[in-house]
């Protein structure tokens, strides 16, 4: 126990001794979260754009790049789109120090030269197996790091399938069991599940609508017939997966009437993501009238998952509990803004953003602020409560607004038994605390304060009840004393 104590007292230093670093030049967007009670509330840069990787890194040309990897040796892999031409469409295969080391656009097919055609998903495993969405020639291709071929996966030839069903791949992932997992265009039964050979196993993750209030209403009064006219709502095809280490998958969703765009999936395909109600929204700026159009989804070592949102170029990131911890970034054409952002992934302490309109990969370095913010969290579910804390009251010295600090502080002192406190910390961060995740807030808090208060002040009631109990019954009984004795003196003056 002192030696874990320690340890976090040396992790308190290393990330206090630096502090929060000045960045002369001002980043090309704000940055911000969201109070309980709808109100922006701005916060300091979390990332800011240290580099960006286009063709004057590279020395060849990103046409409309749609994806890109990295695999364990720091290796990138930036799927393009291409031109028209056949054979444009390539892969960009660079070191980590950004030197183009390989570029496929073609490989051998039954002995003859085989190409892709508007690829939209790419994949690495661990073996380093190159998965291929090759969208337009419906099909998946998965090539070794000489392009050789290994796999072709087409059209699943089962029952399931009407005749006219098109496999169109748009995002491939694969499993550490080696399923492969696929978001497949025009499909609404969610995610397209196959073995390691590519048979067809099923799928996963079924999505839900969220159906316009005003339209359930008229289908609630409407007859059958009338109901049938309306617009019938189908499940929306997912956009985007996200693999975890541990076999758990991210999974987004563009469209606007989704239920839930951004889920987590297990093996089994239920959704197991947190979502607390300290979450501000996900659905874009409240003086907007068009929602977010969530196109990818990352998440870091430490359980943050960010997810981008294309229509506004921002990046929205949570904590593992769900909480909302920043919000950056912008649309235009400045470095470190997007003009059409198409996928984002995390590495160490860095998010990448490809950007398939400027045709770049903007890379992004975490701020000690965000570092702060990473360091309680981690502290926190790590059970160094104290530690936590500690960290807390650091980020609030930078950010007075940051409600969630008050919260994490609160919950902190609610573990600790010190109700009135916690208390303080949760009307500080106005968080009475959620019934549907039955996360404990204010409510809580003050619950328990009173029940100690009740039970440390029993004496002192008990007392008090039996003192006035007493005094009632002393009350009574003179009241009834004296009406007898003037009753008696009324009986002496009649008999007189």
């Known amino acids: 126990m002192r030696m874990k104590q320690l340890l976090a007292s040396v992790m308190l230093l290393v990330v206090l001794a630096s502090g929060i670093t000045t960045v002369a030049a001002q980043p090309p967007y704000k940055s911000y979260t969201y109070t309980l009670r709808d109100f922006d509330a701005p916060s300091p840069v979390p990332y800011m754009p240290v580099q960006i990787i286009d063709k004057n890194i590279l020395g060849v040309e990103l046409k409309e790049p749609q994806d890109f990897v990295y695999d364990a040796e720091g290796n990138f892999y930036i799927l393009t789109l291409g031109s028209t031409t056949q054979g444009s469409a390539s892969i960009v295969i660079t070191d980590k120090n950004w030197k183009v080391t390989k570029v496929i656009n073609t490989f051998k097919n039954n002995g003859k030269d085989d190409y892709f055609k508007k690829p939209t998903g790419l994949f690495v495993t661990q073996d380093k197996r190159i998965f291929v969405c090759d969208t337009d020639n419906k099909r998946v291709v998965v090539i070794d790091m000489d392009a050789n071929l290994l796999q072709i996966i087409e059209k699943p ?35 397209m599940e196959m073995d390691a050979n590519g048979t067809f196993m ?11 209030p005003l339209e359930l209403f008229w289908k609630s009064i409407f007859s059958q017939k009338q109901r049938d006219q309306m617009i019938q709502y189908v499940p929306i095809e997912y956009g985007n997966i996200h693999m975890e280490k541990n076999g758990f ?48 989804v990352t998440v870091d070592d430490w359980g943050i998952y960010s997810v981008l949102d294309q229509r506004r170029g921002r990046i929205f990131s949570f904590s593992s509990e769900g909480d ?3 919000i950056f970034g912008n649309s235009a054409n400045q470095v470190g803004t997007f003009k059409t952002p198409v996928a984002i992934d995390t590495k160490d302490e860095k998010l990448y953003v490809l950007d398939s309109g400027n045709e770049n990969l903007s890379i992004f ?37 940051f409600e969630l600090a008050y919260v994490q502080i609160g919950r902190v002192l609610l ?7 916690a208390m303080e910390y949760f009307e500080l961060g106005n968080y009475r605390g959620s019934a549907t995740s039955r996360d404990n807030g204010y409510t809580k808090a003050m619950t328990e304060y009173r029940k100690d208060y009740l039970r440390d002040n029993f004496g002192i009631f008990a007392s008090s009840l039996l003192a006035a109990v007493a005094l009632l019954w002393l009350l009574r009984f003179l009241k009834r004393r004296k009406t007898a004795v003037k009753t008696d003196e009324n009986w002496e003056g009649d008999s007189a």
């Open 324 to 326: 909302l911890l920043y």
């Open 365 to 401: 370095e975490m701020t000690d602020y965000a570092r702060l913010i990473k360091t309680a969290n981690k502290a926190y579910y790590d059970g160094e409560y104290d530690l936590s804390s500690q960290i807390w009251n650091q980020v609030l010295r930078i950010n007075a607004n």
């Open 202 to 212: 099923g799928y996963i993750g079924s999505n839900r609508v969220a159906a316009n």
């Open 415 to 421: 573990r600790k038994e010190q109700f009135k406190e």
């Open 249 to 296: 998958m991210f999974v987004v969703s563009p469209s606007e009437t989704v239920a839930q765009p951004v889920r987590r999936l297990n093996a089994g395909g239920r959704d197991i993501l947190i979502r607390k109600g300290y979450t501000g929204t996900v659905s874009g700026d409240r003086v907007t009238t068009n929602k977010s159009i969530f196109v990818d």
């Open 157 to 191: 030839q089962v029952e399931f399938f009407y005749s006219d069903y098109e496999f169109t791949p748009r995002k491939v992932a694969v499993g550490n069991t080696g399923s492969i997992y696929l978001v497949v265009k025009n499909d609404y039964n969610g995610i």
